[in-house]
């Protein structure tokens, strides 16, 4: 448990260390529980920056214009992403912008946050406008 502490206490963007102790009884349910909440936790939280930053952008004089995320008076941790530690991205649309997090897999997948209909993730996290 002390190992699953000290994971849970670095920034959400470190990697997780492998784990070290070797899991038995009730030990090997947790541990995947606790992963699971861990990655949920993440996931949350690339959201709730992505819409942060979104209405930080529509709240502009000039919503269409070109954005620098340091320039919209946020908090420096909220324009972070919690995948890689790197600022959130920002994709202008026709429609509206997109402000996104890589993701689980670490890559910019160019702003794809529309679930596939196969395993219904999305290549990236964020927000935006609604797909047509």
């Known amino acids: 448990m002390n190992e699953q502490i000290e994971t849970s206490s670095r920034p959400p963007n470190e990697p997780a260390s492998t784990s070290k102790v070797t899991a038995v009884g009730m030990t090997t349910l947790l541990v995947p529980a606790i992963d699971s909440a861990r990655d949920a ?3 949350t939280l690339a959201t709730e920056r992505c819409l942060r930053v979104l209405n930080a952008i529509q709240s502009r004089q000039e919503p269409t214009s070109s954005v620098d995320l340091h320039d ?3 908090p420096a941790d909220a324009i972070i992403d919690p995948y890689n530690g790197e600022t959130l991205l920002t994709q ?3 429609s509206g912008w997109i402000v ?3 993701g689980e897999n670490g890559s910019d997948d160019d702003g ?3 679930p596939d209909n196969v ?3 999305s290549a990236d996290i964020g927000v935006g406008p609604p797909s047509k």
Do not use: C, P
Request: charged share 20%; glycine share 6%; no cysteine.
């Open 92 to 94: 202008s649309a026709e």
């Open 72 to 74: 919209l008076g946020l």
């Open 100 to 102: 996104y997090s890589v």
């Open 112 to 114: 794809q946050i529309e």
């Open 41 to 43: 936790m993440k996931h």
């Open 119 to 121: 395993t219904n993730k």
